[in-house]
């Protein structure tokens, strides 16, 4: 974990350099629109391992604040910077009491989470009844999951400490914790290589980029 917090503290000077790309601006809108899909329009809202906050700041509203929450100092003072409200703390050790939280959810943080199940668990005491968790995860069996296996696997300084999980792997952590998934979606069904961006959003997810799932506590 420690090693994970420092490549991203390493990486927070440029992290945002890809999100102003021509195609990495596409690839935000489309997983931002995923992301809008499945989350409430309104309450208060939490991003674990938000970074630094260009997501929540595309999804806060006036009728949905989002507090950004990440381990990385240096990530999470972006996010602050941005006006955003901002928590130095990680996953499995949330700073809010019980039923805080209208809704939760996590942008490519999955692939670095050492006991997914336990952060999943830490969500839901500190959410409200019958709260949402989304979680957004890149799909190993898609052209974009393997570029980033392959670019782990030559020692890249972030996803080299990157485990990607399928949605039937994701499924299962979430019911560990207590969650049953009700929808999920896929998008970015071109590969990195492609100048143009596959945005729409598919219900079968097979091939997609990433998928995005909802879930909510059973029991």
Same mark, same amino acid.
């Given at each position: 974990m420690r090693d994970t917090v420092r490549a991203f503290d390493s990486a927070a000077g440029g992290y945002?350099?890809?999100?102003?790309?021509?195609?990495?601006?596409?690839?935000?809108?489309?997983? %931002?629109?995923?992301?809008?899909?499945?989350?409430?329009?309104?309450?208060?809202?939490?991003?674990?391992?938000?970074g630094t906050g260009v997501f929540a700041q595309g999804l806060t509203d006036l009728d949905r $604040?989002?507090?950004?929450?990440?381990?990385? %100092?240096?990530?999470?003072?972006?996010?602050?910077?941005?006006? %955003?409200?901002?928590?130095a703390a990680a996953g499995?050790?949330?700073?809010?009491?019980?039923?805080? %939280?209208? #809704?939760?959810?996590?942008?490519?943080?999955?692939? #670095?989470?050492?006991?997914?199940?336990?952060?999943?668990?830490?969500?839901r005491a500190a959410a409200k009844a019958c709260s949402p968790i989304t979680v957004m995860f890149i799909n190993p069996e898609s052209a974009w999951g393997? #570029?980033? $296996?392959?670019?782990?696997?030559?020692?890249?300084?972030?996803?080299?400490?990157a485990r990607l999980r399928s949605l039937g792997e994701a499924e299962a952590l979430l019911g560990e914790a207590g969650y049953a998934v009700e929808e999920a979606l896929g998008t970015l069904t071109t590969g990195p290589m492609e100048a143009d961006v596959g945005a729409e959003l598919r219900t079968r997810c097979e091939g997609c980029g990433v998928i995005a799932v909802r879930a909510r506590p059973v029991g």
């Open positions: 945002d350099d890809w999100y102003r790309h021509p195609q990495g601006a596409k690839v935000l809108k489309a997983e %931002l629109d995923a992301v809008e899909r499945l989350i409430p329009s309104r309450g208060l809202g939490l991003e674990i391992g938000a $604040v989002i507090v950004c929450l990440d381990p990385s %100092l240096e990530m999470i003072s972006r996010a602050a910077g941005r006006g %955003l409200p901002s928590v499995d050790k949330l700073p809010f009491r019980g039923g805080a %939280l209208d #809704f939760t959810y996590m942008v490519a943080v999955l692939e #670095f989470l050492g006991d997914p199940a336990a952060v999943f668990k830490e969500v393997r #570029f980033y $296996v392959e670019i782990g696997s030559r020692g890249d300084p972030v996803f080299r400490h």
